[in-house]
């Protein structure tokens, strides 16, 4: 299953990764390296990541929303990352190691269909075991 809702063009420059403020200190500790976005974020392709691009890591204060064309605003942090894989898979694929790098919260296909949700506005009844996203690991530099 896709998401083509997804496929909307977005405020939040391509290049940049946007964190909320409860991950804030796993990022400035560098504890996430690994990040899951819900369709298919490939290359130069939907805001996706390409693998070796460095990219802009962000700490999101206030959320925006793509829908309404409001961008987040972000508190002065300044942190680059490199892409290190990008990999488009479907939700029912994922095994316990998929989620390695990710926060605390995101641990299983459960969890991470619950954050998806909440974070993207998608109701769990459209991320199934079918449904692709993109996991994405960086590393920090």
């Keep these: 299953m896709t998401l083509d809702r997804l496929a909307l063009s977005s405020v939040t420059p391509r290049n940049e990764i946007g964190f909320r403020k409860i991950y804030s200190d796993l990022v400035r500790g560098k504890k996430i390296t690994t990040i899951f976005r819900p369709g298919e974020r490939t290359c130069n392709f ?8 460095i990219i802009d890591i962000k700490i999101i204060d206030k959320v925006g929303a793509d829908w309404a064309n409001l961008p ?8 680059k990352a490199k892409i290190l894989t990008v990999d488009n898979m479907e939700i029912g694929s994922l095994v316990a190691g998929d989620f ?4 605390p919260d995101i641990f299983d296909k459960q969890s991470l269909i619950y954050n998806l949700g909440v974070i993207y506005n998608i109701p769990p009844s459209e991320l199934t075991d079918d449904s692709v996203i993109t996991k994405t690991t960086f590393s920090y530099l």
């Design 46 to 53: 939907n805001k996706g990541f390409c693998e070796g691009e």
């Design 72 to 79: 987040p605003e972000t508190i002065s942090f300044n942190q």
């Design 100 to 103: 390695s790098g990710s926060s």
